[in-house]
């Protein structure tokens, strides 16, 4: 008989016998050993047949002993590391939380198959590889994601907290979390202020001071201003596929593009009648930025404007353009406030109509904030 049985049965024997604390100690040092110490092949292997053996041991102290002192080790026996991955929720924690031998897969398994427990161990490693974070955005619950924003070790994808944020943006916390990040695409972005304002009109006390009709409206414009905020803030970059959200959404209505178009949201409008109209984003941009009247007018109309609120977005572009030459600080009030005044006695139809109610109460907004801006530098001035 080799060496190596002759150890594994003088082990299997005395393990017999010995009490609990004991097999708990050997446990422990003979992980320790066989990570640390230069053992000859022979012994390795006996070793490892003995940390195999001690994965069925009947008591819970014995097998944390072992994966207590194997947990942290790239050398740990996969078999080993697999197994107790599985035992109860005090010894996997020591492995699923720390262990280096688990692969990206293994660890997606784990997420797929395991507990909220095994998920949150899981969000909370050191590292979380971008394809775990994935699998954990698809199907965690609050606990998991909330675990998962907060490490600064998970690799978390822009696709990653989009689908977060479409399954768990309901979640105050959640959304607190995803907003606080410096790098958060405009469309999440989008998504997580409509959640807000989603919020805020269902709330009975706010839909008791208010009113519910008069609550949709002031959401709808508060949201409206938002959106346009964000267009503004993107980078370029990130248009496409905010304007893709805001399409697929319901949200680039001609009122919202007026708002983006008299706030001076330039990058964003071109990229939304590109998307819109189907023609390539230098001939739109060139249009927009110098082209004739009709080419301005048959590019919002391929865009699917009709030819009455076509005429009111080509005078806004050329309002713009002056504007944006003259002064580029007073954009707002130049461009809404002057469309305003040219259309306001014209007889329009009823979708115009609207769509100038909107410029001119831009004009006011303008306005007033502009009033409270000079009123409080004569504040300080005064003071």
């Known amino acids: 008989m080799s060496g190596r049985y002759v150890i594994i049965e003088a082990f299997l024997r005395w393990a017999e016998t010995a009490k609990a604390e004991n097999r708990a100690r050997a446990a422990n040092a003979l992980g320790r050993a066989y990570l640390q110490s230069e053992m000859p092949k022979e012994e390795r292997v006996a070793a490892e047949m003995a940390m195999t053996y001690l994965l069925d041991d009947p008591s819970p102290r014995v097998r944390l002993s072992l994966a207590e002192a194997v ?150 414009e508060a949201s409206d201003s938002a959106a346009v905020a964000i267009a503004g803030s993107a980078q370029h970059e990130q248009l496409p596929d905010l304007v893709e959200h805001l399409r697929q959404s319901g949200w680039l209505t001609p009122t919202f593009l007026m708002q983006a178009l008299c706030s001076g949201k330039v990058d964003f409008f071109t990229c939304a009648m590109t998307n819109l109209s189907g023609c390539d984003e230098r001939r739109v941009r060139s249009i927009i930025s110098r082209g004739r009247v009709y080419a301005i007018r048959a590019l919002y109309e391929s865009a699917g404007l009709s030819r009455d609120i076509s005429i009111v977005f080509v005078e806004a572009t050329l309002i713009w353009r002056e504007a944006s030459r003259k002064n580029g600080e007073a954009m707002l009030e130049n461009v809404s406030s002057r469309l305003a005044r040219k259309f306001r006695l014209a007889e329009q139809s009823t979708a115009a109509t609207q769509l100038l109610d909107m410029v001119e109460k831009l004009a006011n907004t303008e306005r007033r904030q502009t009033a409270r801006n000079f009123a409080a530098l004569a504040t300080r001035a005064a003071a």
């Open 71 to 220: 947990a942290h080790s790239p050398r740990t026996p996969r078999n080993v590391i697999l197994t107790l991955a599985e035992d109860q929720p005090e010894i996997a924690g020591q492995i699923i939380l720390f262990s280096p031998v688990f692969t990206d897969e293994d660890l997606v398994d784990l997420v797929l198959h395991g507990s909220d427990v095994t998920r949150v161990l899981i969000a909370s490693r050191g590292q979380v590889p971008r394809v775990v974070c994935a699998a954990l955005a698809e199907i965690g619950e609050e606990t998991e994601i909330l675990c998962l924003l907060e490490n600064d070790g998970a690799l978390l994808s822009q696709a990653s907290l989009k689908r977060i944020a479409e399954r768990l943006g309901d979640c105050a916390d959640i959304r607190g979390l995803l907003l606080s990040r410096d790098v958060l695409a405009s469309d999440v972005r989008h998504l997580l202020m409509r959640r807000v304002s989603e919020a805020l009109s269902e709330s009975n006390l706010i839909q008791t001071v208010i009113g519910t009709g008069r609550l949709q409206q002031v959401a709808r």
